[in-house]
C-alpha cells in the first residue's frame, strides 16, 4: 500500500480541478486505515495532499467537502440534466465495462463475502474488501446528484477490472489450462463454446473502441485539426508579423476541446460558456439561463444582442491557452465560427445580425463575409439534438 499512498498525492495533482478525483481518494485513504495499523503514515498522506490543496487555490479547503456543498446542498449540479438515481446501476457501469459487466459483479459480490474469499485476516481478500467497498462508497455517493454522467465513474475502472480478473479467470480457466476430460462429451463442447466467447468478447470490444474513437463524434476534433492546420499555413506563407486567427463556437459548452489542441499563441478563441449560478441566492437560480441555452433559445436574438452588441462585447474575448486575449478594437468577428449542422439553416441570419449590430453591411447572399471552408462528418446519432449531423466551419477566407 506504500505504492497506493504516493499515487494518491500524484492523482489528487494530475487531475486537481476535479473533485469527484479526491472523492474517489478519500476513499482509497479511509478504507486502508480502517484495515491496518499504519494510521500515521496514512495521516502523513493527508497532510501533504491538504498542503498542496492549500499552495494551489491559496486558502485552506477540503475538496471532498466542497464537492458536497457544491452539488448537493446548493444543488448547482441540477443545470446540466437530471437523471434517475440508479442511472449508474442500469446505464453507466454497463457502459464503462461493457463485456466484463457481468465478471465485475461477480468479483464485488465475492469480495464482499468473507465466506468465499477467505478469512478476513488475509491480506489480499483486505484489499479486494477495500476496493468493493469505495465501488459502492464513491457510486452511492455520485448517485445522490442530480446530474450524472458516465466519466464521472472513470476512475473506478482500474478498480472494477482488478476485481473481475479473478472471476473472468476462474471462468476460462479450462480454455487456459487445456486440460479437457476425454472421459466426457462435454469437455470438449464446453471449451469450444468457451474459446468462442472469448472471441466475441474481444472482438465486440474491440469494435466498440475503434467506433467510439475514430467514427462517432470525430468531427469535433477533425474541426480543430482543420483549423489548426489552417493557422499553420498562413504562418508559413507569411513574410512579416506572424497571422492572427480567431475563432467562435457556436456550439453547446464542451462540444470541443479546443484549449488543448488550439496551441499556437496566435490562435484565439471564445465559445458559448455554461456556468453554474455560484453566488447566487435561490430565488436569482430560479430563473437563471446559462449562455448556451440563452442562444439556443433564440440564437439570431442571442448573436445580436450579446455576441456583436458593444455593451455585452467583452464577454466575447478572444482567448488563447497562453492567456487571455483581447477583443478587436474594430469589432471584427471570428475569422472563423464552428457549428453543427442542426444550425445551418439559421447560420446566415444569425451572421447577418452580427454584422449589422457591428457595423458591418452583409453581402447580398446573406453569410455577411463568411464561406463554408470545411465540413466533416460527426456522428450517425445523437442524444442531444443541439449536436446532430456533421460539423461545419465558415471561414472569412477560404483560400487556405
Known amino acids: ?59 485552506w479547503t477540503f475538496p471532498p467537502y466542497r464537492f458536497v456543498h457544491y452539488n448537493i446542498v446548493q444543488s448547482l449540479a441540477v443545470f446540466y440534466g437530471k437523471n434517475d438515481w440508479h442511472y449508474y446501476l442500469s446505464q453507466g457501469l454497463p457502459l464503462l465495462l461493457t463485456t466484463a459487466a457481468p465478471f465485475a459483479a461477480k468479483g464485488l459480490w465475492n469480495a464482499l463475502r468473507p465466506d468465499v474469499s477467505g478469512t478476513v485476516s488475509t491480506p489480499l481478500v483486505r484489499i479486494r474488501l477495500q476496493l468493493a467497498v469505495t465501488v459502492i462508497a464513491v457510486v452511492a455517493a455520485l448517485s445522490f446528484i442530480s446530474h450524472k454522467e458516465v466519466r464521472f465513474i472513470y476512475p473506478l475502472l482500474p478498480i472494477l477490472h482488478i476485481l473481475s480478473a479473478e472471476s473472468l479467470t476462474s471462468f476460462l480457466w479450462p480454455l487456459r489450462s487445456g486440460t479437457v476430460s476425454k472421459q466426457t462429451l462435454t469437455g470438449p463442447r464446453l471449451s469450444l463454446s468457451k474459446g468462442v466467447l472469448v472471441m466475441f468478447l474481444l472482438s465486440t470490444n474491440i469494435a466498440i473502441a475503434l467506433y467510439a474513437t475514430l467514427v462517432h463524434q470525430s468531427g469535433a476534433i477533425s474541426s480543430l485539426d482543420y483549423i489548426r492546420h489552417r493557422h499553420e499555413a498562413a504562418v508559413a506563407t507569411s513574410e512579416t508579423v506572424s497571422p492572427r486567427t480567431t475563432v467562435g463556437f457556436l456550439m453547446p459548452c464542451h462540444s470541443t476541446p479546443w484549449r488543448s489542441h488550439l496551441v499556437h499563441a496566435g490562435i484565439e478563441a471564445w465559445a458559448l460558456g455554461c456556468e453554474p449560478p ?94 463554408e471552408c470545411w465540413r466533416g462528418f460527426n456522428s450517425h446519432w445523437h442524444d442531444d439534438w443541439r449536436r446532430q449531423g456533421d460539423v461545419v466551419a465558415w471561414c472569412k477566407s477560404c483560400n487556405a
Request: glycine share 8%.
Open 278 to 371: 455560484v453566488g447566487l441566492n435561490l430565488e436569482e437560480r430560479t430563473g437563471y439561463v446559462d449562455e448556451a441555452d440563452r442562444f439556443y433559445l433564440d440564437p439570431i436574438a442571442f448573436a445580436r444582442t450579446e455576441i456583436a452588441d458593444a455593451a455585452s462585447a467583452s464577454r466575447f474575448r478572444f482567448r488563447s491557452i497562453h492567456g487571455t486575449g483581447t477583443r478587436p478594437s474594430d469589432g471584427d468577428l471570428p475569422d472563423c465560427l464552428v457549428f453543427f449542422q442542426q444550425l445551418e439553416g439559421s447560420m446566415k441570419e444569425i451572421v447577418s445580425s452580427m454584422e449589422r449590430t457591428a457595423g458591418g453591411l452583409p453581402v447580398e447572399d446573406g453569410k455577411g463575409g463568411y464561406r
Open 1 to 59: 500500500m506504500v505504492l497506493l499512498d504516493a499515487h494518491l498525492v500524484k492523482l489528487r495533482r494530475d487531475d486537481f480541478d476535479d473533485q469527484r478525483t479526491a472523492l474517489l481518494a478519500m476513499a482509497l485513504v479511509f478504507g486502508h486505515c480502517h484495515h491496518t495499523s499504519n494510521e500515521p503514515r496514512e495521516s502523513l498522506v493527508l497532510l501533504i495532499s491538504s498542503l498542496v490543496d492549500r499552495r494551489f487555490y491559496g486558502t
